[in-house]
């Protein structure tokens, strides 16, 4: 019985996916809390951010599509 028990308490496997899960949680909860710091500041820069690349991507497409 003491080996079964001492077997247990020594295997570490599935310590490694714990492992991911709590810093995963910690990145999320900092994102949360950058959010709910900036007010909404940083969602318009990140969309600002996205529409200049999907501007980007358009003007290549259409120069692309032209000159083919």
């Known amino acids: ?5 001492n077997r247990f308490i020594s295997d570490e ?3 490694g996916i714990t492992e991911y899960g709590a810093i995963l949680a910690f990145v999320a ?3 949360a809390l950058v959010f709910s710091i900036t007010q909404g500041a940083l969602t318009s820069a990140i969309s600002k951010a996205f529409s200049a690349v999907v501007s980007q991507l358009n003007n290549l497409s259409s120069a ?3 000159a083919s």
Not at 1 to 5: D, F, L, N, P
């Open 1 to 5: 019985m003491s080996e079964t028990i």
């Open 13 to 15: 496997s599935g310590q």
């Open 29 to 31: 909860i900092l994102v």
């Open 64 to 66: 692309a599509a032209n």
